[in-house]
């Protein structure tokens, strides 16, 4: 089975870079860094993954199209590209409120934004000398000008993360693949692939042709009440947070109504675990993998079963090397 690794920031960067070592050997094929909250940004500690490994891959799961100038963001990812040559993986986001507008990004037509940096990107990774006059982008006869190193095009796979059913079908248009979103259940994966489907015919294509990792998260211990509440006050932060995707996996909307009475933004620690006494076991396995190995192997395998290609698994337990162990253990 595919396996990748997903990091947060619950770790000193030092602890990812062993980490990604373990996850290398144990034959994972990729380690994701979250850059969805103003805590960590992908680039650097991607670097530190990749000067430590030889071959597992470099995602950024993701990064927002507003906050880099597309020529930027693609120097970026080949800067990361020199230093591990074909193991980078641009993985690129629309973003979320209220944070982007605290921060003064106005998400204006999402889907139009991201056609336009996916094509910049695209051809400047593939050494071609740009001019874009877009809504969103404008680039004036512009590439990645190389003096010293060599001038080769970049095998840079551009990942979209979505959600949303516009989104979905977008990447499948233009995506070399969609990072499929965490807290969603395997349910919400079916209407996923209809729309990726859709969006891949767009373009002549087969939803087969589109690769699709998915974030899970993964909370394994053989106490299975510890690994149920670990994962709990998770998914009680996003309930409150971004009620929408857990409304896309068929969470009650009165829940979502009463977590979102006890949480405000940015929630406390306190509120987070108050609003999590709220939400029952079934919720919490309906969209992580949580409980014993067993059991999270099993969800894993529904979400596999359901369109995930390569499941991207978000460790919440304190072991994060023996998840490392139980899931390579795991046959095919």
């Known amino acids: 089975m595919r396996v990748a690794l997903y990091l947060q920031d619950a ?19 990729a380690v994701w860094q979250a850059e969805s909250r103003l805590v960590r940004e992908a680039t650097v500690p991607l670097a530190a993954f990749g000067a430590v490994t030889e071959r597992i891959g470099l995602g950024s799961g993701v ?23 074909g193991r980078a993986i641009l993985g690129l986001g629309a ?20 056609r336009e940096v996916v094509t910049a990107c695209r051809a400047l990774l593939n050494m071609e000398t740009v ?20 001038r080769r095009p970049k095998d840079l796979p551009i990942v979209i993360g979505a959600t949303g059913p516009q989104m979905l079908e977008l990447a499948g248009e233009i995506g070399d693949g969609v990072l499929l979103n965490y807290l969603v259940s395997p349910a919400y994966n079916e209407g996923a692939m209809e729309r990726l489907e859709a969006g891949a015919a767009k ?10 990792p998915q974030l899970v998260v993964c909370s394994m211990d053989d106490d299975r009440e510890a690994a149920l509440d670990a994962a709990r006050l998770l998914v009680t932060q996003y309930l409150g947070q971004q009620p929408h995707i857990m409304a896309a996996s068929g969470v009650p909307q009165s829940l979502l109504d009463r977590i979102g009475e006890v949480l405000t933004w940015p929630a406390t620690h306190e509120q987070v675990v108050e609003a999590s006494r709220l939400v029952p076991d079934e919720v ?49």
């Open 11 to 29: 770790h000193p960067i030092r602890d990812g870079m062993r980490y990604a070592q373990h996850a290398e050997e144990a034959g994972f094929e």
């Open 131 to 150: 001019t874009f006059d877009g809504e969103f982008v404008h680039l004036d006869g512009v590439e990645l000008d190389y003096v010293h190193d060599e």
């Open 203 to 212: 373009a002549g294509r087969s939803v087969d042709d589109v690769d699709r």
């Open 63 to 85: 990064s927002a199209l507003w906050t880099r100038n597309p020529a930027l963001l693609a120097s970026t990812f080949s800067t990361l590209d020199d230093l591990a040559p």
């Open 284 to 332: 919490v396995q309906m969209i992580t993998a949580s409980g014993t190995p067993e059991e999270c192997r099993a969800k894993v395998a529904e979400y596999v079963a359901a369109g995930c290609t390569c499941p991207v698994l978000y460790p919440l337990g304190p072991d994060v090397d023996a998840m490392i162990d139980a899931v390579a253990a795991w046959d095919d």
């Open 95 to 114: 973003w979320w409120e209220p944070l982007a507008t605290k921060v003064g990004v106005d998400r204006r037509r999402p889907l139009l934004a991201m």
